[in-house]
């Protein structure tokens, strides 16, 4: 879109600087990068920019039209932007922004005229601008230059009176006004008269390939000061290799320590898929060590009774199914020390360690009561017809077993494998189709919950290792009752020593309730 001029600034970063020369050098606008400038976030398009070398385009400090150092002396553009060389003059502020070029003020700011942009989400694409002058600030906002080498000088002759600098406009502003008037630049001779350095940084080469030589090496021969310096930094820089001093870490390994990170690294599981699948636990009663329950164990019946005739009679009997509360406990033993004065605290890891070895005993308990407890299905064999033919026999029965239907399947990490390896007569996978088609579940990767012909699956580690009877079941949540207390931890002194005991324990009681909901996989 057109729109009326608008005073845009922006940063990156001084590329070079040299005395004796008194240049300093550096790309001045990149193509196609997102800038964040005083009209926000903006993309400069190639070829967006005019400028003429001979229009006299100032350098100056902070955008300060009274605070000019310099003047262009060159540009050159290419596809990722617009470079610039500028002369800087004799005066005291320009010996200052030579040596400040190397770390305090190493930054290139540019302010244009936009005539023409495009806003496109967010962020102003330039398309039509004119170069209005170019300044030396603290801070770069572009990442796509960097300092290549700093060497402040002092000049002998009489430094020139120069204007107290005035306070600067914030580069965050956007003006729809003309620049302020500019300050005529001192003239700067062809020649110059001798110097002295008095500070020198070496060149930040961004030679790092052969290819990067041989492209600089080009470059320097067709006449560009940059690449020169470029690759005599990188010849030094060679012939320098050679004569490394012997010290090293290897020698001096007092002077590097060992540096830990605060994440402790716990490979134990501490999930409890089983549980969970069988809808996870009750609360423990407050007293005993058995937990009874009552179960019909053969009911009563109605029959068609005729006219005057005796009704069915066949009274119920009932008996207890009990369930053992059995106390699941860890103990670790420590020094004071290294309760107190750990990193990172030892406490808070080996506590997590023993929750999810409870977890895990507790998980492994009622795989072990389903075991032993549960009915064992049909014969089947382990492949995708086989898990079809398991669901469709196993989960009709463990309904006409308990009068509920089954809600999940549970599996070990063999049956997980299986899942997600079944494919069609095509070779389309079954249980973990990018596009669904007849699709069977889903069983992934990425996540240890899924579905398995309607049923939700759960992904226990805890199951036998491969799919053998007992890799997977079917369950009624009804079918089971797990009682759980609160797990509580307890700590105490050893008088002896000073150390101290924490135990971490609490009570699990399972009992199968009706063994026809609990459906075990039985290999063929």
Known sequence: MDQQPLHLTFNTTVESSDAQRRIIAGKIVPFGEIGNTSAGQVVFEKGSISYNTGGKIKLLLEHNAKDPIGMMQSASEDASGIYASFKVAPTTKGNDALIEASELRDGLSVGVIVDAAEPRNGILYVTKASLREVSLVQAAAFSSAAVQSVAASEATPEPVEETPTQPTESEASVENAIPAPEVEAHKVEASQPSHTPV??????????????????????????????????????????????????????????????????????????????????????????????????????????????????????????????????????????????????????????????????????????????????????????????SFVSTEAPAAYSATGDVATAYVAGTSQWSLLMSSVDTTGRPIYNAGTPQNEAGRATPTSLRGNVLGLDLYVDANMVSTTIDESAFIIV??????????????????????EIETELFGFLATAVLVSGGLRRFNLT
Not at 228 to 256: E, G, I
Not at 479 to 495: D, G, R
């Open 199 to 388: 500070a020198h940084t070496e060149v930040r080469s961004p030679i790092k390939t052969k290819s990067q030589y041989l492209q600089h090496s080009i470059y320097a021969k067709l006449g560009n000061d940059d690449s020169a310096q470029y690759v005599r930094a990188a010849d030094a820089f060679a012939k320098k290799a050679m004569n490394f001093a012997d010290d090293s870490f290897s020698t001096n390994p007092a002077f590097s320590p060992v540096q830990y990170v605060p994440t402790v690294v716990d490979t134990s599981i501490g999930s409890r898929p089983t549980i969970d699948a069988c809808g996870g636990t009750r609360v423990m009663p407050a007293s005993g060590m058995t937990i009874s329950h009552p179960k019909i164990t053969t009911n009563g019946s109605v029959g068609t009774t005729s006219e005057g005739g005796s009704p069915s009679e066949t009274g119920i009997i009932s008996s207890y199914v009990n369930a053992t509360v059995t106390k699941y406990a860890g103990l670790q033993r420590y020094s004071q020390e290294l309760l107190l004065r750990a990193d990172p605290s030892f406490f808070d890891a080996m506590l997590e360690n023993m929750t999810r070895a409870y977890n895990r005993a507790t998980d492994a308990a009622v795989i072990a009561a389903i075991t032993a407890g549960g009915t064992q299905a049909a014969t089947t064999a382990a492949s995708s017809a086989g898990i079809i």
């Open 477 to 498: 949540p009804s079918a089971i009752a797990i009682y759980e207390s609160p797990v509580l931890q307890l700590s105490t002194n050893v008088p002896t020593s000073g």
